[in-house]
């Protein structure tokens, strides 16, 4: 098996990241940040982020495992003090995974007559700096509404307890291919109408944004950020591919919600 280490740059991280490695290398395995099976995210929830991008071109052939070493986070399972348990799961491996799905990010720029295509694990959200921001939304190819405020989000299920969650939005299961969008800010009043509650949107029901001309705008992917460039239409859809976790502790998704929000500690 080959393993890739992907630490944050924190000092209990880093420390982390050299134990594995030494337990590693007693165990015979190979160390392998190019071509791994399995990448070891150590740190919390935006270092799992940035690992899942850096391999995103080959999520096909790669299993995550997440170990925190800080607060809990929503995608780590292990702590950083069960190392050497979670190197035995590594030598008894059988290949059992989960999988979540993904967000497709399709961006038409006014400048550009190809498409530019990005991923999203979390969400995507856009935004304008100067002003309110004005954007038509389709779903499934029908205009639905023209939106008025701050910005727009949409997340995947897993998503849906990031950004999405401080907006008002639903969490939602990931067995459940759904988008949602949530809004920021909205402007409503006799004039200016929108919907103004989150909405969960069937997979087959592609979601497209039309904003009104300009080059001020912000277009988020997870934590990257695109900004200056004029969008003539964006699409979201559910990616074709899934992220993939092993499944040596993996939580249930509500056992991994109520420990992110809620805690186990019983009130008397």
């Given at each position: 098996m080959k393993i890739a280490i992907f630490a944050n740059d924190g000092k209990q991280s880093q420390n982390v990241k050299q134990r594995l490695e030494e337990r590693f290398t007693e165990r015979h395995f190979v160390l392998d940040d190019k071509d791994p099976d399995v990448v070891i995210s150590i740190g919390g929830d935006g270092t799992l982020l940035s690992a899942f991008h850096h391999y995103e071109n080959r999520l096909d052939k790669i299993r995550f495992v997440g170990v925190h070493t800080g607060h809990l986070g929503f995608y780590t399972d292990w702590r950083d003090e069960e190392v050497d348990d979670l190197v035995i799961s590594l030598e008894s491996d059988n290949g059992q995974s989960v999988s979540y799905p993904l967000l497709e990010v399709?961006?038409?720029?006014?400048?550009?007559?190809?498409?530019?295509?990005?991923?999203?694990?979390?969400?995507?959200?856009?935004?304008?700096?100067?002003?309110?921001?004005?954007?038509?939304?389709?779903?499934?190819g029908e205009l639905f509404e023209r939106f008025r405020g701050d910005g727009l989000c949409v997340s995947t299920p897993t998503g849906s307890t990031a950004y999405n969650k401080s907006l008002g939005g639903a969490v939602v299961h990931p067995n459940l291919e759904v988008l949602q969008i949530a809004e920021i800010s909205s402007i409503n009043n006799r004039v200016f109408r929108t919907l103004s509650s989150p909405m969960i949107v069937a997979p087959n029901d592609w979601i497209t944004f039309r904003p009104m001309r300009g080059s001020d705008f912000v277009l988020t992917v997870d934590s990257d950020s695109y900004h200056n460039r004029d969008i003539a239409e964006i699409q979201y859809k559910i990616s074709k591919k899934r992220i993939h976790f092993a499944k040596y502790r993996h939580m249930h998704f509500w056992q991994r919600v109520q420990e992110a929000f809620i805690g186990t500690e019983n009130e008397d």
């Open positions: 399709c961006v038409k720029y006014a400048d550009c007559p190809k498409r530019v295509h990005y991923l999203a694990l979390n969400e995507s959200t856009l935004k304008r700096i100067s002003s309110t921001m004005t954007t038509d939304v389709y779903l499934g």
